[in-house]
């Protein structure tokens, strides 16, 4: 009878012990590193093993699992995850910590709590839209971290942009910011060092910068109206007496005033895809006055660029009137379909001014917010233009600095 009630015992605890290990192995688990007998490769995948069984890899279920605990080994059915499949022997395991081999390559993973995630990541300061010092480099990096662990990255050099998303994840005992994401240049694991409430230094082995926390410049105007707002069911233009509404009408005043103007400044502000981070950059456009022609230019700035800041193979013509050829009524922006919606006065670096606001279409989806000075013919107070394409759309502002 002793030994019938041992044999129980013993089964009962051998039971338990391993479904205790069956129950360390179920979970959460971030991918962080494989070793092969070719090298070491840094991963940074998630990965369940959920408690019903199934192998789950990237939210995409790969196979099945279950726990051998006569020979302590992980049995992995999958012919997605090739490396794992068949029989991974434990080399450790831990709450926290998991490393698998199977066949001379090992798997280490970190355990995920999810919860604590959540709750580590609220309570690390890092929310919101993070970017580079502006001047510091040629690379514009921009972080934007959501609650509870998304985030979204954005890195700009002069031609090249890159972008992508992925999840974070703060662990406070270490200060360090693991970033679950496949993104090209951009490295899984930092150190965060910070230096004040709005200013953090991330380092990590290969780069290390300074990101100020963002506020956002504008609230973005978004310009609803449509190239079909313009026309009538016939196709006939809707505002063809909104011309007379325009405070710049009369050629000679614009060529008298522009000629005591040298040079227009603005701010020049572009909103980075994905973000509400602005872009800014100051352009100056030159006046030039030819008396013999009663003739003005003005440089074409509206592009985004002014000579200073001209890319390569391009030109800046000349955007030209005379008081006998007034051929645009928006000069000295282009020639669009537009109409007038009102007055108001708008606050801007060089001034409060009295303005006019138009409406305006142009190609390819283009639309425009004009604001023209009343009483200074030629000069725009502030413009917006957009672009609401999915794939190559923008949000440029101009606003007038200085009129010299």
């Known amino acids: 009878m002793y030994k ?29 590193k494989i070793e092969t007998p070719g090298g070491t490769k840094e991963v940074y995948d998630f990965v369940k093993f959920d408690a019903n ?25 999958s012919e997605k995850f090739a490396l794992a499949n068949g029989n991974n022997s434990v080399v450790e395991l831990n709450g926290n910590k998991m490393i698998l081999e199977n066949k001379g390559n090992k798997m280490y993973f970190l355990r995920i709590d999810f919860e604590k995630v959540s709750e580590d990541n609220k309570n690390s300061g890092l929310e919101g839209t993070w970017k580079t010092i502006p001047g510091e480099s040629n690379v514009l990096r921009i972080f934007v971290f959501k609650l509870p662990d998304t985030f979204s990255y954005v890195e700009k050099i002069p031609g090249v942009e890159t972008t992508g998303d992925g999840r974070w994840i703060y662990k406070k005992n270490d200060n360090s910011l693991l970033l679950v994401a496949r993104i090209e240049d951009l490295d899984n694991v930092f150190k965060v060092e910070k230096i004040s409430p709005d200013k953090i230094l991330l380092k990590s082995k290969n780069t290390t910068f300074t990101l100020v926390k963002d506020t956002p410049v504008y609230n973005i105007e978004n310009l609803n109206f449509t190239e079909d707002d313009f026309f009538d069911r016939d196709g006939n233009y809707k505002y063809e007496g909104d011309e007379e509404k325009l405070p710049w009408n009369d050629e000679y005043r614009m060529y008298e005033y522009l000629s005591g103007v040298k040079k227009l400044e603005y701010k020049y502000s572009s909103l980075v895809n994905g973000t509400k981070v602005f872009q800014t950059k100051t352009l100056v456009a030159n006046v030039s006055t030819d008396e013999n022609q009663n003739r003005v230019c003005v440089d074409f700035i509206f592009y985004g660029y002014d000579k200073e800041h001209l890319p390569d193979d391009t030109d800046l013509p000349p955007n030209c009137v005379s008081d006998n050829n007034f051929y645009n009524r928006l000069f000295p922006e282009k020639e669009l379909d537009f109409r007038v919606v009102g007055k108001e006065d708008v606050k801007v670096a060089a001034g409060n001014f009295k303005c006019t606001v138009v409406e305006a279409v142009g190609m390819n989806d283009n639309k425009f917010r004009m604001w023209m000075i009343d009483d200074k013919p030629g000069v725009y107070a502030k413009i917006i233009e957009q672009n609401s394409d999915s794939s190559f759309g923008y949000y440029h502002v101009f606003e007038l600095l200085s009129i010299k």
């Open 53 to 77: 069984g199934d192998f789950v890899f990237m939210n995409m279920k790969l196979g099945v699992w279950k726990y051998n605990q006569k020979s302590n080994v992980v049995e992995l059915s």
């Open 4 to 32: 019938l009630f041992s044999f129980i015992v013993f089964g009962i605890l051998m039971s338990f012990s391993s479904f205790g290990k069956e129950t360390k192995v179920a979970g959460d688990w971030l991918l962080t």
